[in-house]
């Protein structure tokens, strides 16, 4: 490669970035994968949000519950991550916090990963009082009120834990789960049921997909530099 218009240190540095970019884009690989259900999806159930009328109001057509959500035979909010191969290996945390929002009187999203140390930042975008109160058995619990609309909380977990699960002492039917990791490798499910992990280092890993009523499932991938491994996992029906 002919670096025009550059001589000595410049060329040579000009050398090197011709050298490491190539290899910095191709670092890591992507595990990606489709959690689907066999049989008959369960039967959602209708909300009762009548003992408060703000979340009545803020569902007027009425909500169904989201423990299970199947469609076209995928299934959504699976929390799926390396549970274990990555050694004593360390990871920045990152500096943007993850976001939890309450929406119509529901946790918004569902399930969400973060690490250990990373700032979550908690929502209340209704119009009524939350309480919001986290179970965590590794971390510090807390349990916090948030009466006004547009306020928020920000909290971390010292631990990592899968899964954190988040309650409203107000409502009851509000609940959430949050997998505390200690790395960055991690994604729920989409509405089509697909997952994607960007980024993993080059190595064999076992994969975990979590749901939270249906358990947890594993397999074993293996990551190539610039690679794509694939892990699809298959739930069956249980009672909710």
């Keep these: 490669m002919k670096y025009v218009g550059l001589t000595g240190g410049s060329a040579a540095l000009a050398a090197i970035l011709g050298f490491v970019l190539p290899q910095l884009a191709n670092a890591g690989g992507t595990i990606s994968g489709t959690i689907s ?15 408060d009328p703000t979340c009545e109001a803020a569902n007027p057509g009425g909500r169904m519950g989201e423990v299970f959500l199947v469609k076209d035979g995928k299934v959504q909010n699976v929390f799926v991550y ?14 943007t916090p993850a976001v939890m929002d309450q929406r119509g009187c529901m946790y918004s999203p569902r399930v969400l990963g973060v690490m250990a140390g990373q700032e979550l930042e908690i ?8 309480n919001v109160h986290s179970l ?19 909290r971390k977990f010292t631990e990592p834990e899968v899964m954190v699960r988040f309650k409203c002492d107000v409502h009851p039917w509000m609940a959430a789960y949050i997998g505390v990791l200690n790395h960055p490798f991690h994604a729920a499910t989409a509405e089509n049921g697909t997952f994607s992990i960007a980024n993993v280092p080059a190595g064999t890993y076992t994969i975990e997909a979590w749901h939270e009523k249906m358990g947890a ?24």
């Design 37 to 51: 259900f066999d049989g008959a999806a369960p039967q959602r159930q209708a909300v009762k949000m009548s003992a």
């Design 82 to 95: 390396i549970k274990d191969g990555l050694g004593a290996q360390k990871f920045d945390v990152p500096a």
């Design 123 to 130: 929502r209340n975008s209704d119009a009524t009082l939350h």
């Design 136 to 154: 965590a058995e590794k971390s510090k619990q807390f349990n916090n009120a948030m009466p006004m609309k547009g306020m928020t909380i920000k």
């Design 217 to 240: 499932q594993t397999a074993s991938v293996t990551v190539t530099d610039g690679g794509a491994a694939t892990a699809d996992f298959t739930f069956k029906p249980v009672a909710e």
